[in-house]
């Protein structure tokens, strides 16, 4: 029987509008919590955009990621899988980000991170921008490199922005290849697409093995086909899930720094994470959702959505 503790609090309960939102209603277990150390998964609000270079915004995302997740019941309808019966978990609050300085926000996260890859819990997070990832992946591949399953509209693997800004979200998987925290022959990045400056994006991805599929390929070959492969790419390995909520077309998903037009619609966003099922998930992360240009909640909503898929797949 599940832990009523960690069982989600029902609209039949209390009605959706009321109470404190939490991700999709479950208790907040922080770390002085007498319950912590029973989490499993735990969900984690990265409240900060510091690394964005266009549009900003994302650092209102996990509020009203979890607003919007209150609408989160607890069976999944194409899956039959009951997320919170399988597992614990726990919203663990909010990364505390210091707004003004980007180093001292990595150095921040990727302690918290560390805390939680200490515990044993396997973070799901609601960002924030891109560039929230790398401080994750620093604290959860200590142990060694891990693959990623990585869905965008951009490869996020250019160098640098402005002649030497390393650390913006364009940059987090440059980085994380050059650190050692991912192994790049363990990489499939999917749906990429839209103008660029330049290939040295893809350049990069091409040396070190990455593989990239393009929003084309994923258009011609469909979904199976071409998670099949990621699930092949990624193997038996710690796999890391990144999403940035750009990979579904902004006609679903508008609320975003930087749409990209032309790409899935929101069906797909969830089909592929439910092909996700087998892959050795050690976190995962929905990120770029930004409120300002979403003001009807929508993209936020397809988000809390993308989260739960990802906690179904986590769970089995």
């Known amino acids: 029987m599940p832990d009523p503790f960690f069982t989600p609090i029902s609209g039949f309960d209390l009605p959706r509008f009321a109470g404190v939102p939490t991700f999709m209603r479950l208790p907040f277990v922080d770390f002085d919590h007498p319950r912590f150390s029973e989490v499993q998964i735990g969900l984690i609000g990265a409240p900060w955009d510091g690394g964005t270079t266009n549009r900003p915004g994302p650092r209102h995302g ?7 997740s209150t609408m989160i019941r607890a ?4 899956t039959g899988v009951r997320p919170f019966e399988a597992t614990n978990c726990a ?3 909010d990364v505390a980000p210091n707004p003004a300085d980007v180093m001292d926000s990595l150095k921040r996260m990727e302690a918290f991170y560390g805390k939680v890859k200490t515990a044993g819990v396997r973070p799901l997070t609601g960002g924030g921008d891109h560039l929230c990832t790398l401080p994750i992946l620093r604290a959860m591949a ?7 399953i990585h869905f965008d509209s951009h ?3 250019f160098h640098s922005y402005f002649d030497g800004t390393m650390y913006t979200h364009g940059t987090p998987f440059r980085r994380a290849v050059e650190e050692g925290l991912l192994d790049p022959k363990r990489v499939v990045m999917i749906g990429i697409r839209g103008t660029a400056y330049d290939s040295e994006d893809r350049d990069f991805a091409e040396s070190v093995g990455i593989r990239v599929i393009a929003i084309e390929e994923f258009h011609k070959r469909g979904v199976s086909d071409v998670m099949a492969e990621a699930r092949d790419i990624a193997g038996e390995g710690d796999t890391y899930v990144s999403y940035d909520i750009d990979f579904v077309d902004p006609a679903f998903a508008p609320g975003t720094g930087t749409p990209e037009v032309g790409g899935p619609n929101s069906f797909q966003a969830l089909e592929v994470v439910r092909e996700l099922k087998g892959v050795n998930i050690v976190g995962a992360d929905l990120v770029e959702v930004s409120p300002p240009f979403d003001a009807s909640g929508a993209t936020a909503y397809l988000g809390a959505s993308i989260m739960f898929e990802l906690l179904c797949v986590m769970t089995t």
């Open 75 to 78: 069976q999944n309808g194409a």
């Open 62 to 68: 996990p509020r009203q990621l979890r607003d919007m």
């Open 155 to 157: 490869t996020d693997l």
């Open 91 to 93: 919203d663990l609050g």
């Open 142 to 148: 200590n142990d060694g490199p891990l693959g990623m």
